[in-house]
């Protein structure tokens, strides 16, 4: 797979790889495992959110008054 950046990416890139210690692929697989992560823990918070809000709404609703 060839992946293909703007000037911008490819200056992002290599300061990651400077600072990482890593190769251009590695920090690229590194970054896609990270982005993987957070859209996954923010999933699991908006799920969670959600059903607080379900089981608690009646208690915000009195507290709110």
Do not use: P
């Not at 896609?32 to 607080?52: D, K, N, T, W, Y």
């Amino acid at each position: 797979m060839t992946l293909r950046f703007s000037e911008d990416g490819e200056q992002l890139l290599a300061a990651l790889v400077a600072s990482e210690g890593v190769s251009q692929q590695e920090a690229t697989i590194r970054a896609i495992h990270e982005v993987v992560r957070l859209h996954g823990h923010a999933q699991a918070v908006s799920a969670s959110s959600g059903r607080a809000k379900s089981r608690y709404a009646e208690l915000m609703e009195r507290l709110g008054k």
